[in-house]
């Protein structure tokens, strides 16, 4: 679909269901602001050493309130939002796809794709897509993962172990092997940790030799078959990972081949296909955006060009 299409598309069928939602978007916008001002009150007030335990008092209790009234209306605002947008242009990408707005990848699954050997403590996401790509059974979410540990200081400190977009796609059989593309992410590593540092009671196999290149630069590969992975890994998929790489700005791309399931992790930073609260809720460009970003991730296997019917 071009861009001329999608404008037809949400001319005709978006806008008019948009449209009523301004001013729900115009209130949580107030509702923002008001709770900006407060927060910058009570701070100015702390920090000038104002003494005044009443007027602090209250000031935290505005703040309590306009949290909680911002985080009601923006959660309204938003599912409405994308309860409209998301269907509609997943269908236009595929009819297959479905969306579902509280619903993420499990973390039994997250867990066996075995991309991440850490301890989780936290494990939330939200809107699932599901459906038939490419031969693929697929379902991806934005997914939140984290674990928590005490701080030196005292207390708990969370800390991130992935938060982005997690793909998972069902082949047509199962692999002979299970084999991981990870990013080979800091040159000050020892030794040992960038041989075995990736190994876990998930992953299974030996790092595979790679010739000197950008992306045996930029990613280690481990494998219980090393030279079924180097069949499926040909020098045009090593490129397309390493192009992808550059231009999301060294990103740490993983994937894995498990079982009867391809595993993709793409990191981000930012939280993926939300409304944009300072823009009218019928501008056309932030429609597009979160189009181009469906049609990204819709088509990233695709694109790197990993097929379903792999015979290894």
């Known amino acids: 679909m071009d861009t001329e299409q999608l404008k037809l598309l949400f001319e005709q069928h978006l806008k008019p269901k948009l449209a009523p939602l301004e001013d729900l978007r115009l209130a949580t916008l107030k509702k923002k ?16 050493g104002f003494d005044s335990a009443l007027l602090l008092i209250v000031l935290s209790a ?19 939002y994308k309860k409209h947008i ?16 509280n619903k993420f990848i499990t973390q039994e699954w997250f867990e066996k794709s075995g991309l991440y050997d850490k301890k989780i403590d936290s494990y939330h996401g939200e809107d699932l897509i599901n459906g038939e790509l490419g031969g693929f059974q697929v379902e991806m979410s934005e997914l939140c993962v984290s674990q928590i540990f005490l701080a030196e200081q ?3 400190q ?3 172990i992935f938060k982005g977009l997690f793909l998972k796609a069902q082949c047509d059989m199962p692999f002979s092997h299970c084999s991981y593309i990870l990013p080979q992410e800091s040159s000050t590593q020892g030794i040992k940790e960038k041989l075995f540092g990736h190994l876990s009671k998930t992953r299974f196999g030996q790092k595979v030799a790679l010739p000197e290149n950008e992306f045996s630069q930029n990613f280690t590969v481990i494998s219980s078959a090393p030279d079924a992975i180097l069949q499926i890994l040909t020098h045009e998929l090593m490129m397309k990972l390493v192009g992808y790489r550059n231009q999301k700005q060294s990103i740490p791309l993983s994937l894995s081949f498990v079982d009867q399931n391809v595993y993709i992790a793409i990191p981000e930073s930012r939280d993926l296909f939300e409304p ?8 056309f460009e932030t429609i597009e955006a979160l189009f181009q970003d ?9 694109e790197l060009g990993i097929k379903s019917n792999y015979s290894d």
């Open 276 to 283: 944009v609260l300072n823009t009218a809720v019928t501008d």
């Open 86 to 101: 998301m269907s509609t242009l997943l269908n236009e990408i595929n009819p297959s796809l479905r969306w579902h707005k």
């Open 33 to 48: 602001n008001a709770l900006v001002l407060f927060v910058g009150a009570f701070f100015i007030t702390v920090f000038s």
């Open 154 to 156: 005292g207390g708990s």
């Open 294 to 302: 469906l049609v990204f991730f819709t088509s990233f296997l695709q």
């Open 62 to 80: 505005i703040m309590i309130y306009c949290t909680v009234a911002f985080k009601l209306s923006w959660d309204k605002y938003r599912a409405r």
């Open 158 to 160: 969370r800390k991130p």
